[in-house]
Nanobody
Framework: QVQLVESGGGLVQAGGSLRLSCAASGRTFSSLHMGWFRQAPGKEREFVAAIRRSGITYYADSVKSRFTISRDNAKNTVYLQMNSLKPEDTAVYYC????????????????WGQGTQVTVSS
């Protein structure tokens, strides 16, 4: 079992920045592939970014060059640095862990966090 706890969400003005964190426990963090997803009201959950245990990263086109995913294996934490935020980035952001990494970057995540709300005002 893997437990994931997100933090760092909040209210920010358009153009601002936030850094989300996801702390993992229950399994060797360095063995996990990690991802961030988001879900806006009335919309389906969508892929945002992912990082393999090797450090290879992936991004959705909508966030490329604005968001950066990173990991600190010593702290069992994955981060999502979000810059130049837009109102359309408003959503609940979820952290996810993939143990096998066979369908990266969008599929086969085994564990999910509870989510953290990000609201970007115009």
């Amino acid at each position: 079992q893997v437990q994931l706890v997100e933090s760092g969400g909040g209210l920010v003005q358009a153009g601002g920045s936030l850094r989300l964190s996801c702390a993992a426990s229950g399994r060797t963090f360095s063995s996990l592939h990690m991802g961030w997803f988001r879900q806006a009201p009335g919309k389906e959950r969508e892929f945002v970014a992912a990082i393999r245990r090797s450090g290879i990263t992936y991004y959705a086109d909508s966030v490329k060059s604005r968001f950066t995913i990173s990991r600190d294996n010593a702290k069992n934490t994955v981060y999502l640095q979000m810059n130049s935020l837009k109102p359309e980035d408003t959503a609940v952001y979820y952290c996810a862990a993939d143990t096998a990494g066979l369908n990266m970057p969008k599929g086969s995540y085994d564990y999910w966090g509870q989510g953290t709300q990000v609201t970007v005002s115009s």
